[in-house]
């Protein structure tokens, strides 16, 4: 079975520091998939990153980066110069790979990072 | 802006009461879901339909009734619902089920619904 671990259920931080959000993954599978999404008090859950399990490059999208590792199963997520705005439940997610007659459906979510970002 | 759209944002209703949630989208995905969240926890996926036909049911009780009008339509039927079903319900779409490449699952704004 797959599970997602976010080990950090809160984090507080001063504006403009940088600030890493953990996630550790298991799955059986070799094809999978690896997400991130915010989720701010409105509620919508907004798409940040989607890594598939042959790309381990680490991508930097102007303050947000990413670091997958497979060795240690980990896809930590870090914000550069944090800014208010980025306060905000954050999830990291598993999918599997489709298998053959339609496959795994939905997202096994991390119990989610709260990151609080003060002025 | 997202381009899932759910109505409405906000919903109160009484445990006898029949009421719906309604999800919108025009990306022409081919799966939408339905998520259920409380506070403080993560999603917990309740329906998948792929191609307008249920292929998922998280063993939901049935006083919730999901329907798939169209490609672009899903909702989410509310009757006899209990204090503890309160929670904010969330649409999502994605070109197909399964996660192959370029399959993204969006999320909608959400459905904040409150039994009393």
């Known amino acids: 079975a797959q599970k997602v671990t976010q080990a950090q259920t809160e984090i507080s931080v001063v504006e403009k520091e940088d600030v890493t959000l953990d996630c550790v993954y298991e799955t059986r599978d070799t094809t999978y998939y690896l997400f991130w999404y915010k989720q701010p008090p409105s509620g919508e859950l907004v798409f940040l990153i989607r890594?598939?399990?042959?790309?381990?490059q680490n991508e930097i999208s102007g303050r947000y980066s990413w670091n997958f590792q497979k060795s240690t199963s980990s896809f930590n997520f870090t914000i550069t110069a944090s800014q208010v705005v980025d306060s905000a439940v954050y999830f990291c997610a598993l999918s599997e790979a489709e298998r053959s007659g339609g496959g795994a459906d939905g997202l096994t979510f991390g119990k989610g990072t709260h990151l609080i970002i003060q002025p | 802006d997202t381009e899932v759209t759910q109505t409405p944002k906000h919903l109160v209703m009484g445990m006898t009461n029949k009421k719906s949630l309604k999800c919108e989208q025009h990306m022409g995905h081919r799966a939408m879901y339905w998520y259920k969240q409380k506070a403080k926890k993560p999603p917990e996926l309740m329906f998948v339909y792929s191609y307008e036909k249920l292929s998922i049911n998280e063993s939901v009780p049935s006083r919730f009734s999901p329907e798939c009008p169209n490609s672009s339509l899903l909702n989410l039927h509310l009757h006899a619902l209990q204090p503890e079903d309160s929670a904010l319900y969330l649409c999502?779409?994605?070109?197909?089920?399964?996660?192959?490449?370029?399959?993204?699952?969006?999320f909608g704004e959400g459905s904040w619904l409150t039994v009393v």
């Open positions: 999502a779409s994605s070109h197909r089920t399964g996660t192959g490449p370029g399959n993204t699952i969006y």
């Open positions: 890594r598939n399990s042959f790309d381990e």
